[in-house]
């Protein structure tokens, strides 16, 4: 029989969002398949950002907080689900929509602010204000840029793989 929670799941690791999967995960059909929905990744989260979904597995909620990249779930996890701390966390695109304010003239620089790695830089345009400049390779995918901003306009989306 089909598992409709299951298939819902990945459906929803792949789609737009503060709502992703685990970081370092080898896939989410092994997630789905092997997560015991014990909860411990839940509690070892240090900003919190990993929340109990659709049938008690967990996803990571960027609009509640930045990962900090720390590697916890990682570790307390006992199932073969996580991939090695040096590999990228997440196979995953920082996205701007337009509901931007910079991109609608208004004065804003909120993401800019709260990125580390400088990935989100802003270009002086005459006549305009200064509009936002993404550098993806340096981009960490730490969705920290996510929380801060008031247009609720930045997206982490995952590659399809
Ligand atoms: S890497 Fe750290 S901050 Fe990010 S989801 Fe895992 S426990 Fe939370
Ligand atoms: S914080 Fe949001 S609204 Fe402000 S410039 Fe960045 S993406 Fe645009
Ligand atoms: S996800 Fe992190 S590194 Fe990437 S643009 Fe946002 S704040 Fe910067």
Redesign the pocket.
């Known amino acids: 029989m089909v598992d409709l929670v299951r298939r819902k799941l990945v459906t929803l690791a792949r789609g737009p969002a503060g709502q992703l999967s685990l970081p370092w995960l080898f896939s989410q059909q092994q997630f789905v398949d092997a997560c015991t929905r014990c909860n411990k990744c839940v509690d070892a989260c240090e900003t919190q950002i990993i929340q109990v979904g659709d049938g008690g597995f967990p996803h990571v909620d960027l609009t509640i907080n930045e990962c900090t990249l720390c590697y916890r779930c990682a570790s307390v996890c006992s199932e073969p689900l996580f991939k090695a701390e040096p590999e990228a966390p997440w196979q995953a695109d ?1 996205q701007l929509t337009d509901r931007c304010l910079a991109l609608q003239n208004i004065d804003c620089r909120s993401c800019a602010d ?2 580390e ?1 400088m ?2 830089q802003f270009k002086p345009i005459i006549g305009k204000v200064a509009q936002p400049n993404l550098q993806t390779e340096s ?7 996510i929380s801060p901003c008031p247009a609720d306009a930045i997206n ?1 989306v995952l590659r399809e793989t």
Do not use: H
Not at 139 to 145: D, L, S
């Open positions: 920082i709260a990125c790695p990935a989100i981009c960490t995918g730490c969705g920290a840029c982490l």
